[in-house]
């Protein structure tokens, strides 16, 4: 009779046996078994060769993060801004604590408060100066710069120009990581991109939790002009008209704190400052904003050198073109910018360009519009020549100027100027300019055809025309009276365009297009 211990460790030693070679067989084929009895794989699911280009893509996202993030840094800037004392403030308190009354101590006035902001820049020489956003680092007292291998350092301002958001800082020593620049103008819509910032919220030295961020999408659009600089220009009381505005659109999340950091291609060269997003929450909801690096290197270099940025100019007033106006002067597409004014002595007309002349190209390329063709003046110097095609009488014409320089003004993009008027098949009501409704208005002399009303949503009010501007032509012919307006307007017929010439009390002359209801 076999020996009942000498059983029982047989078949230990076979279980043994058998779990030893389960084990080596699951895990030969991807499993692991863990003492709970719960088994998992880590058998790919998918074949990999279906998946490669993705894999790809993963992997270029980690090459251009692993050779970017070095040179981008977070910025701390602090600047002072008065603090009334009020209940349940410091002061407040501590006032309160040693039992001083109403009116004494320095806590009953307003006091100097340090208040730290921050944001994002990139190193762009081995020197150490550093590309950020102008609003980063303007008013600031000290600003510390810290780098992703955790050194930090003081900086000094070399530069800001609100007008583009565009500042350069420096830090001291040598040998920095660096970013490679790209063209901006070579961006095209629909490429990837990977916005890269070190947000962070006065972790000092000892870092931040969201250092080195890095987010990626695609370029959504181009030559997006968003009025935020000449909103953020008229609220400090500058002049907006300087502001430069031609952003970047792109799907990739920019967040606060991401401010001045880098937008990089999928080659890792910088084509962008993020600089801007579109939310009224303020925070990413689909749209950020950067300034095209060909823009920020032509300021930098005038910031660099100079101390400020050299201003060319072209010396006239400009707007977009629309379908109808394309229609209308005979273009081949609906882009380029239309003149509506030459001021002046300026380069303009001492080249010839003219009132409702259509700039088509600037150096052989395509101007999209006038924030287009701003940015692009915006890249020379001053005393530069350009080459424009122009579009006048429906035939194109080249003309050269030579760029003045102007140290505070700019040529503007008026948005919706005011506007000229018809009669009632074109939703306006036409009158006599009477020497009480001239003095009304501000015209120095009575006389001519004034537009005194406007129907709401009507042909004349969805062009933006408006109440109290003088007809002085249409189609090209004088027009002095309510009749012969109205002869000429008369003589229209559906469909038909029309183009008619206003003037505005301070004698701003300014061609409109309509189109006459079927």
Same mark, same amino acid.
């Given at each position: 009779m076999p020996d009942p211990l000498s059983t &029982?460790? &047989?078949?230990? =030693?076979?279980?043994?046996?058998?779990?030893?070679?389960?084990?080596?067989?699951?895990?030969?084929?991807?499993?692991?078994?863990?003492?709970? /009895?719960?088994?998992?794989?880590?058998?790919?699911?998918?074949?990999?060769?279906?998946?490669?280009?993705?894999?790809?893509?993963?992997n270029a996202f980690i090459n251009i993060s692993e050779a970017v993030t070095p040179a981008v840094v977070?910025?701390?800037?602090?600047?002072?801004?008065?603090?009334?004392? @009020?209940?349940?403030?410091?002061?407040?308190?501590f006032r309160r604590f040693f039992g001083m009354p109403e009116g004494e101590g320095e806590g009953s006035q307003p006091r100097e408060r340090l208040?730290?902001?921050?944001?994002?820049?990139?190193?762009?020489?081995?020197?150490? *100066?550093?590309?950020?956003?102008?609003?980063?680092?303007?008013?600031?007292?000290e600003i510390r710069?810290?780098?992703?291998?955790?050194?930090e350092f003081m900086a000094e301002i070399v530069g800001t120009d609100p007008t583009t958001d565009v500042a350069v800082i420096q830090i001291e020593g040598n040998g920095f990581p660096t970013l490679s620049m790209g063209q901006s103008g070579e961006v095209r819509v629909?490429?990837?991109?990977?916005?890269?910032?070190?947000?962070? !919220? /006065?972790?000092?030295?000892? @870092?931040?939790?969201?250092?080195?961020?890095?987010?990626?999408g695609i370029v959504s659009a181009i030559g997006r002009p968003?009025?935020?600089?000449?909103?953020?220009?008229?609220?400090?009381?500058?002049?907006?008209?300087?502001?430069?505005?031609? =952003?970047?659109?792109?799907?990739?999340v920019i967040n606060p704190g991401n401010s001045g950091g880098p937008l990089?291609?999928?080659?890792?060269?910088?084509? /962008?400052?993020?600089?801007?997003?579109?939310?009224?929450?303020? *925070? !990413?909801?689909? *749209?950020? =904003?950067?300034?095209?690096?060909?823009?920020?290197?032509?300021?930098?270099?005038?910031?660099?050198? =100079?101390?400020?940025?050299r201003r060319p100019y072209l010396g006239i007033l400009m707007t977009d073109v629309d379908p109808i106006e394309a229609e209308y002067y005979g273009l081949p597409r609906t882009s380029g910018a239309r003149v509506i004014e030459v001021p002046g002595d300026g380069p303009a007309t001492a080249a010839g360009i003219r009132a409702d002349d259509i700039i088509y190209s600037i150096d052989g390329r395509d101007v999209e519009g006038s924030s287009h063709l701003q940015a692009a003046i915006a890249q020379r110097r001053p005393g530069d020549e350009v080459n424009l095609r122009i579009f006048r009488d429906g035939q194109p014409r080249d003309l050269t100027v030579r760029l003045g320089e102007r140290e505070s003004e700019r040529e503007t993009q008026p948005v919706a100027q005011a506007e000229p008027s018809i009669d009632e098949r074109l939703g306006i009501e036409l009158g006599e300019l009477t020497p009480e409704y001239a003095q009304q208005l501000g015209y120095d002399e009575p006389g001519g055809v004034v537009v005194r009303g406007v129907t709401p949503n009507g042909p004349a009010d969805r062009r933006e025309l408006r109440v109290g501007f003088r007809i002085v032509e249409i189609e090209g012919e004088p027009v002095?009276?309510?009749?012969?307006?109205?002869?000429?307007?008369?003589?229209?017929?559906g469909g038909d365009l029309v183009g008619i010439r206003v003037e505005d009390p301070n004698g701003n002359r300014r061609l409109f297009v309509l189109r006459v209801p079927s």
């Open positions: &029982k460790l &047989k078949i230990l =030693f076979v279980s043994v046996v058998l779990f030893g070679a389960g084990v080596g067989a699951a895990t030969t084929l991807g499993w692991t078994s863990l003492s709970a /009895g719960i088994v998992f794989t880590e058998q790919p699911q998918v074949d990999e060769q279906a998946v490669q280009p993705a894999v790809d893509l993963s977070r910025i701390e800037a602090d600047r002072a801004r008065q603090v009334a004392a @009020g209940p349940g403030t410091p002061d407040d308190l208040q730290v902001a921050g944001g994002s820049g990139f190193i762009v020489s081995s020197e150490g *100066y550093i590309l950020t956003n102008a609003h980063v680092v303007d008013g600031a007292r710069v810290f780098l992703p291998d955790r050194r629909g490429e990837w991109v990977m916005a890269v910032g070190s947000p962070g !919220f /006065g972790g000092g030295g000892g @870092g931040s939790a969201l250092e080195n961020t890095v987010t990626a968003l009025q935020l600089l000449r909103e953020e220009l008229q609220r400090q009381g500058q002049d907006a008209s300087l502001a430069i505005e031609n =952003f970047i659109q792109t799907d990739a990089v291609n999928v080659r890792g060269q910088v084509i /962008g400052i993020n600089a801007a997003i579109a939310s009224p929450t303020g *925070y !990413f909801q689909g *749209y950020g =904003f950067a300034i095209p690096i060909d823009l920020a290197q032509r300021v930098m270099e005038d910031l660099v050198e =100079f101390g400020q940025v002095t009276t309510v009749e012969e307006a109205q002869a000429h307007l008369d003589a229209l017929e």
